[in-house]
């Protein structure tokens, strides 16, 4: 009977329906066919997961009943009010006028201006290479330079400037301290020429700070402040600043193993009466002193009148001077964000390889561990060099290891760059 065909029909698997029943007397839709119940998610995909594609078997109607789960995007509450703003509008911070806490900017001398002949004798000298220019007569005060490493605002606090009205010349040999050049930290060493220039004609006193802004390298709050390098205070007007009091004897800036470029500041004052300045530079911790806080409380007496800085960074020599004081030489190391990774499932949505993705949640003392072990056991402590060859095998390993196992022995970065490379010495 009619009825008696449908049961018998549902009671059939595909590979017999395709076969029993020609191709132009199917059915549009799917068949009714005896297969096991599947959820309606696509992480049942199983194992196919980690295939380069999940669909890789034929039959449609297997295909036509995955369901991928529905994405809705990410909501962004916006104000109704600040609809019509845009994003530099919304982010933009009020305006406020920098306090000068120094002199007033000196006055240029007024430079003769140019005749008509003058200026095409320079036009031509300038397209012929022939101009030359005296960099010494040329003015090179900039202080957007000290706005834009900040060197303002951790010495005296936010929105605070002083114009260079003085002269100031600081030389380590051949290096002249400038705004913001790099010296390397074994050319500090020895303590610096230095050379004032005299605005009182004999009358006044100043007094010199060179302060390291990223040395402190003490975590307590007690010790909030900046690194105090060396400080001549009462050099007489017009002298040499030898004729100063030593405060606190020099020592050379002592960036830590990983902390980056220090900005080390030689910062003059002015003041009219000899100051008293009761610092103590004895131990390292005893040089940590607040700039900001010493000038308000020397704030009736000191002016300051010009300023100079450079960056440097580690190398031996910090060692060496660390080791001289009896202190043993810290290795920093930067405290990364722990990166945003899934929640961890049997099948994961994107098809990878299963040893990357069970690699990404596994700890990385553990990862870290294994590769110095790798390293250890494969190369010799007197030879580190990368052999130029990984696999010699090649032909072989790729036929009898599995894929992602032969990836891993041609790996160069990652695992495979740190059994040769050792990042800190």
Known sequence: SKK????????????????????????????????????????????????????????????????????????HII????????????????????????????????????????????????????LRIDIDSLSVENLSVY?????????????????NVQRLEVNYSDNVIHNGNILTASSTVTRPEVTVESVGNGKGFNTLFMVNLDGNGFEEKKNNGEMVQWVVSNIPDGESIEKG???????????????????????????????????????????????????????NLLTPSAIRFFQTSYDN???????????????????YRPALKPDQREFPEKPQPFDLYLD????????????????????????????????PDYVENKKKLPAWLHAKILERKGVGHGKYHNDVQ
């Open 360 to 391: 990404m949640y596994r700890d990385s003392k553990e990862v870290e561990k294994e590769i110095l072990e790798k390293r250890l056991s494969e190369i010799k402590l007197d030879n580190v060099e990368e052999p130029k060859w990984i696999d």
């Open 79 to 130: 104000d109704p009010a600040d609809h019509m703003k845009s994003l530099n509008e919304l982010m933009k911070k009020p305006e406020i006028e920098p306090i000068n806490i120094g002199f007033k900017k000196r006055e240029e001398k007024v430079k003769a201006e140019k005749s008509e002949q003058d200026r095409a004798e320079l036009e031509r000298k300038s397209r012929h290479m022939q």
């Open 4 to 75: 008696s065909v449908q049961v018998k029909i549902s009671a059939m698997s595909a590979a017999q329906y395709a076969r029993l029943v020609p191709k132009k007397y199917r059915s549009r839709t799917l068949p009714k066919i005896d297969r096991p119940w599947r959820p309606r998610v696509i992480a049942w995909a199983g194992p196919a997961a980690f295939y380069p594609n999940r669909f890789y078997e034929i039959d449609k109607w297997y295909k036509a009943r995955i369901d991928k789960p529905e994405k809705l995007p990410e909501m």
């Open 317 to 335: 020599s910090v060692k060496t001077k660390l080791h001289s004081l009896g202190l043993k030489s810290p290795l920093y190391d930067y405290e």
């Open 147 to 163: 706005r834009h490493f900040q060197v303002f605002d951790h010495l005296f606090g936010d929105n605070v400037f002083f114009e």
């Open 245 to 299: 009091t030593e405060v606190i004897e020099y020592l050379q800036p002592l960036p830590f193993y990983g902390t980056g470029y220090h900005r080390v500041a030689f910062v003059l004052f002015r003041h009219s009466q000899p100051v008293d300045l009761k610092l103590d530079g004895s131990t390292l911790e005893n040089r940590i002193h607040s700039i900001s806080e010493l000038y308000k409380s020397h704030e």
